[in-house]
């Protein structure tokens, strides 16, 4: 594997179940990213993790739980979801957060939810 | 906070042909990086080109390169030589250097004709 590989790729549940989504990157990177994409709204970042801190956005309910058990893996946990929370989820990744000039940020491939 | 403004939200363009995306951001920060981003139907979203604010020269990277023009705060992207398969959403995105937040533009669709 190479890159940022994400999974599931698809993911349907009901409003009461627990799902979690998994991205694991193989880059050697130090940061992770979860972000939100949303029909005909900008991508919307919902998490960081980094060597130095975790970063959340304040404006993420919580109803969606990150975790990040090393560098190399991110998970977002969901429970009690609602309609509007479907979306493409996107995982990224890159070297380093604050202070580096140029650090692209390596997205994977994106999970499909769809909250019935 | 910083806010990427993409004015075109789709375009069409003949095969072999250039094409220009506009690309304008507000920020106060003095050191920050520009990317561009393509996002294809399959959803991920592939890298393109960065500018950084203190980059006297406008990057290239193959078939596409970046009009930056600091002083109006304008990042545009251009492709030449289109191709069928680029067709595809294009992100405008910046990052101010001490901060962790990529911020995005809603994006443009490009259709490429043959």
């Known amino acids: 594997e190479t890159g940022v590989t994400q999974t599931p790729r698809h993911l349907v549940m009901g409003m009461t179940n627990k799902k979690s989504l998994k991205c694991e990157q193989h880059l050697g990177h130090n940061a992770m990213y979860w972000y939100k994409q949303s029909a005909k709204k900008p991508l919307e970042l919902m998490f960081v993790?980094?060597?130095?801190?975790?970063?959340e956005n304040n404006s993420v309910p919580s109803r969606f739980s990150p975790e990040c058990p090393n560098s190399s893996h991110l998970f977002l946990h969901l429970h009690t979801l609602q309609p509007e929370d479907s979306a493409l989820y996107l995982c990224a990744s890159s070297q380093g957060t604050r202070g580096v000039a140029y650090n692209e940020q390596f997205f994977g491939p994106g999970t499909r939810l769809t909250v019935l | 906070a910083q806010k990427i403004t993409q004015t075109q939200p789709g375009m069409f363009v003949q095969e072999k042909e250039a094409v220009t995306l506009d690309c304008t951001y507000d920020t106060s920060d003095q050191s920050y990086g520009l990317f561009w981003y393509k996002q294809p139907s399959s959803g991920e979203m592939i890298f393109l080109i960065y500018q950084g604010s203190y980059d006297e020269q406008n990057a290239t990277e193959g078939r596409y390169s970046l009009n930056f023009q600091k002083a109006r705060k304008s990042a545009n992207l251009v492709i030449s030589a289109s191709q069928l398969g680029d067709s595809a959403m294009y992100f405008c995105?910046?990052?101010?250097?001490?901060?962790?937040?990529?911020?995005f533009g809603a994006g443009t669709t490009v259709t490429v004709r043959a």
């Open positions: 993790y980094s060597l130095e801190e975790r970063v």
């Open positions: 995105a910046m990052r101010p250097i001490n901060d962790y937040k990529l911020s």
